[in-house]
């Protein structure tokens, strides 16, 4: 068995990977303090760093094969904290956008990795457990954050920025307890191309992301503008769905072994029905336990996607292969808002909540047919099943 400290310097890495969504408690205020700003831009707090993760986990993917991961992922979290921790210090919303933008670039050298060496360091049964911890670990840091920051965000809006200091404890924990990983000897270029499962699975993956966002975006604005609470509520109610993904990531190894090959669409399924429940009007209570579910769904369905990757990926070529999926979803959270705010507008929806059925819709409806798939010959996201 791998030594514990070397896991607990992986997995301390995924610590990071779903903070970009912290700030999300306080688009509310932010939009008070900006007024001139539209919806959308003032989305782009939260979107925008999905946007600059795209290019930079591909680049950190083709890099990885010839430069230090070591080298790769220290850049990475200093651009972290630099553009995390720097919008607590300014009130306009111009520079904000560019440290947010900054921030997008470190997280994308740190997503590809933050999988990618799990599947460096550990292969088999260790590799799926490690995967299930992952998810369990990612979704602490989201808890973490997320409660932090919303409560922060009740002081100021401004404070809500300071959550991205969680960033030094990693950087302290991986630098004096995480080697660095043997570079593979193969660099024929042929070996290391990508399959057509891997961008399967990147196509899902980015429709998925893309629907799920809605949750992050519109959560906050709904509690607010129906007057069901503050930015202190919407953060229980985002940390309460990463709650979900934790208990998920506790359990995905046994969640794994019943499922098989149904767990991708059947934590679709659970997840449209989260969604479902997030539509409907009565009160703040149910939304919390709708965030929950929703949480279960993405907290299974992600680990779940990253295994497959690394089973249908060349060996070679794993990180690349992650990080183009990672890329994916990135793509998909950062139009979120412009695709979800162009079907409202289409359907002359005027509630937020509008967005939550379209997700569950699509969601629930994506999840139907990849168990359909699953039940043919020829699977859907490649030969290896689950």
Known sequence: ??????KIAVLSISLLSLTITSASVALGDISLAFPDAGPNTIKLIVSLPALLIIPFTLLCGKLSNAVSKRKLLFTGLSLFLIGGVGPSFSNNLIWILILRAILGIGMGFIMPLATGLIADFFDGEERAAMMGLQSAVVNTGAIITSLVAGFLSAIDWHYVFLVYLIGVLVFVVTFFKLPDPEQPQETNTEKEALNRPVYVIAFVIFVHSLLLFSF????????????????????????????????????????????????????????????????????????????????IGFGTTMPAVMIKTSMVAPKSATTL??????????????????????????????????????????????????????????????????
């Open 216 to 295: 992050f975006t519109n959560t906050a604005m709904v509690i607010t503008e129906e007057g069901l609470g503050n930015a202190a509520s919407a953060g229980i109610a985002i940390t309460l769905m990463t709650v979900g993904g934790l208990i998920a990531g506790i359990f995905f190894g046994k969640i794994l072994q019943c499922l098989k090959k149904f767990v991708i669409p059947l934590s679709a399924v659970l997840t449209g029905i989260g969604f479902f429940m997030l539509s409907y009007p009565q009160g703040l209570n149910l939304m919390l336990i709708a965030s929950i579910i929703i949480g």
């Open 1 to 6: 068995m791998r030594n514990a400290v070397l």
């Open 321 to 386: 292969a992650i990080a183009v999926v990672t890329s994916a979803m990135s793509l998909g959270q950062f139009i979120s808002p412009f695709v979800l705010s162009f079907v409202e507008m289409l359907f002359a929806a005027n509630t937020g909540r509008f967005s939550f059925v379209f997700a569950g819709f699509g969601i629930l409806a994506g999840g139907l047919v990849l168990c359909l798939l699953v039940l043919r010959p020829e699977k859907a996201f490649g030969s290896e099943s689950n």
